[in-house]
Nanobody
Framework: VQLQASGGGSVQAGGSLRLSCKAS????????MGWFRQAPGKEREFVAA????????YYADSVKGRFTISRDNANNTVYLQMSSLEPEDTAVYYC?????????????????????WGQGTQVTVSS
């Protein structure tokens, strides 16, 4: 299984970027796929996740209202639309996918909730 993330780059504060992550090797269907990020010197933190065919989404408080997660199950791809970007959003962004059993009411916001990880894509927001 491979997750290939793309779409990172450098933007000014207030700008937008769209990240993509395509999975290959298996399909994830209703299982969670999500995004995390890691800034220099900090731990990897949860950003957003989607599962149950899109019926369930969960966002970190810091990105609510600015970021939107979506997925195209036919193409086994998850997206992260990021708007109103702030310098604090600067980080390497990682996509992740879970292959284990999935519950409807869980939130899947922890690193250990996921089984597969992409290579990361750099997002830099300048003020």
């Amino acid at each position: 299984v491979q997750l290939q993330a793309s779409g990172g780059g450098s933007v000014q504060a207030g700008g937008s970027l769209r990240l993509s992550c395509k999975a290959s090797g298996r399909t994830f269907g209703n299982h969670p796929m999500g995004w995390f990020r890691q800034a220099p010197g900090k731990e990897r933190e949860f950003v957003a996740a989607m599962w149950w065919g899109g019926a369930r989404t969960y966002y970190a408080d810091s990105v609510k209202g600015r970021f939107t997660i979506s997925r195209d199950n036919a193409n086994n791809t998850v997206y992260l639309q990021m708007s109103s970007l702030e310098p604090e959003d600067t980080a390497v962004y990682y996509c992740a996918a879970r292959a284990r059993a999935t519950g409807y009411t869980s939130t899947y916001r922890h690193v250990l909730d996921y089984d597969y990880w992409g290579q990361g894509t750099q997002v830099t927001v300048s003020s």
